[in-house]
């Protein structure tokens, strides 16, 4: 079973890896998610969903297939700014990072969009939280953007989002992936 970690907060953003984490946990896909925090403390969502992080920051499970971070009301607290070195090392290791919303400002506060195309909520609102980034000439004002093992999204592309992560994770061939998104987008199935 290869494990996706999600990264939860106090207030982080549930859905908008309801999708994402739905598919994934799927007995079929070969795919487990779990999730990760800064400690074991629970978690309480924007939605209210009260959770147990099964990893912290210092027990990170060696050898999963990628690190999902979903938006929410605390991505500029210093104390969530600790899962930067785990970001580093997604990176250094060539392991899949995929953020949405207000993560993808995170993403941007410590660099990690600058050589790589991206989107976000806007480019005003990345250039507001994050006054460091230098990613501009990468922006691409699209729902989700997906680039070298770096998955990108705005606040309202929930679902967008979670096709750009089953592409990369190559759970679905590209027929049963718009199949998919067909289903939820518009709510239908068309052949």
């Known amino acids: 079973m290869k494990k996706v970690l999600l990264f939860v907060t106090d207030g982080f953003a ?5 999708y994402v ?13 779990q ?3 800064i400690d074991k403390d629970p978690k309480v969502s924007m939605g209210g969903l009260t959770v147990l992080p099964d990893y912290s920051m210092d027990d990170v499970p060696q050898g999963f297939s990628m690190l999902i971070l979903p938006g929410g009301t605390t991505w500029r607290e210093e104390k969530n700014q ?3 070195k785990l970001v580093e090392d997604c990176f250094r290791k060539n392991i899949p ?8 400002t995170f993403l941007g506060i410590h660099g990690f969009l600058d050589h790589h195309k991206h989107t976000g909520n806007s480019l005003p ?9 230098r990613g501009e000439d990468h ?5 989700s953007v997906r680039d070298n093992g770096l998955i ?15 592409r990369e994770l190559q759970v679905y061939d590209e027929k049963e992936l718009q199949e998919w998104y067909a289903l939820f987008k518009k709510g239908s199935v068309h052949s």
């Open 97 to 104: 990072v995929a953020a949405i919303c207000d993560a993808t």
């Open 152 to 166: 990108t999204a705005n606040g309202t592309a929930a679902l967008e989002f979670t096709r750009n992560v089953l």
């Open 35 to 37: 999730t990760v925090a």
């Open 125 to 133: 609102y990345l250039k507001e939280g994050a006054p460091h980034y």
């Open 21 to 33: 984490t739905a598919e994934l946990n799927k007995s079929w896909t070969d795919y487990q998610v």
């Open 82 to 84: 600790q899962v930067k």
């Open 14 to 18: 549930d859905w908008e890896a309801s």
């Open 139 to 143: 922006y691409i004002d699209e729902q």
